[in-house]
């Protein structure tokens, strides 16, 4: 389970001293030792998480046609249940690796709860957890998919989807 970096500090480093810094996680503390001539700044450790590398997803606030619609893009809904272990399993694996991550991009990610949004679910066809929409710029529905799906799969889908549009 990730956790959230809640501060980072390091202290001055003096001629010939070691360079060390502490990032503190809730319940955890991590160190971080340079010695000698390799130091490192905030911005190069920073630049090893740049770009993606796990999907955002939205909540499910508006009708995704309607999302889709404004922004002008593809809208991938992903009906999911915080206990649902096909649904955990994908969450820790398949939307954390970059070649997912990369493949969504300009696409609106939207996470629609099945147990606190099922009238949402069911007015798009939704029943089954893991399931997934796809819904054009133009509000249609181009693609459903439903199970769990390791990663290969699940890119597969998604190319089908902008191929379906």
């Not at 000698?36 to 508006?62: D, E, F, I, K, M």
Request: aromatic share 6%; with cysteine.
């Amino acid at each position: 389970m990730m956790q959230r970096l809640t501060s980072l500090a390091f202290d001055r480093p003096g001629p010939g001293s070691v360079r060390s810094g502490v990032a503190v996680c809730p319940g955890k503390a991590y160190a971080l030792r340079i010695c000698g001539v390799v130091s490192v700044t905030l911005a190069s450790l920073l630049a090893t998480t740049a770009g993606c590398s796990r999907v955002v997803w939205q909540p499910a606030l508006q009708d995704p046609a309607r999302v889709a619609q404004r922004e002008g893009k593809l809208v991938l809904v992903y009906h999911w249940q915080a206990l649902n272990e096909d649904c955990a399993r994908m969450d820790r694996t398949v939307f954390r690796t970059r070649e997912v991550c990369e493949q969504l991009k300009g696409i609106v990610p939207i996470r629609l709860d099945a147990t606190l949004q099922r009238r949402q679910a069911e007015e798009l066809g939704l029943s089954v957890v893991p399931a997934f929409v796809v819904i054009s710029p133009t509000g249609e529905i181009v693609r459903y998919g439903h199970g769990p799906m390791d990663a290969d799969r699940f890119i597969a889908f998604v190319v089908m989807a902008r191929l379906s549009q």
